[in-house]
């Protein structure tokens, strides 16, 4: 995944190394090593204080990285399917959880899981709008 922070850092994933990727805007570039192994990084997210959120797929985790400090969220169920992760404006962050059939957020260090309305649902993208309204597209 990739994304851009709010004062112009671009972070990205990279998934056979287990590490994030920074280019400052001054074109300093940075690898940051993140404390999974094996994590299967896949999307990132940027809030807009710039904290980073990173979805660990093959390791079933979210993260996050503040103040050169990372935070992990084990997904509530096995296997989940982590897919996609978008944040609010709140700093929340949403992500999709294919094989479980529901959304999650992450909000003050505290996972919730949502149930969707349809028991065979398959989200696999995300975003949220300027009012914290949360869309999701379904593969299902």
Do not use: C, K
């Not at 204080?49 to 992990?72: C, H, K, M, P, S």
């Not at 399917?81 to 944040?87: D, F, I, R, W």
């Not at 949360?134 to 593969?139: K, L, P």
Request: hydrophobic content about 50%; overall charge negative; charged content about 15%.
């Amino acid at each position: 995944g990739i994304a851009v922070a709010p004062d112009g850092t671009v972070w990205a994933t990279l998934q056979n190394a287990d590490a994030l990727f920074r280019i400052m805007p001054d074109g300093q570039a940075t690898t940051i090593e993140v404390p999974l192994r094996q994590a299967g990084l896949s999307d990132i997210a940027v809030a807009p204080d710039g904290t980073v959120w990173f979805l660990a797929a093959g390791a079933n985790q979210i993260g996050r990285y503040a103040g050169g400090r990372f935070e992990v969220f084990p997904a509530p169920m096995p296997n989940a399917g982590l897919t996609a992760l978008a944040v609010a404006p709140d700093g929340a962050a949403w992500f999709t959880a294919l094989r479980a059939h529901r959304l999650g957020r992450v909000h003050q260090g505290v996972i919730t899981e949502f149930a969707l309305p349809r028991s065979d649902a398959r989200p696999f993208s995300i975003a949220v709008d300027a009012d914290n309204t949360v869309w999701y597209a379904d593969n299902g």
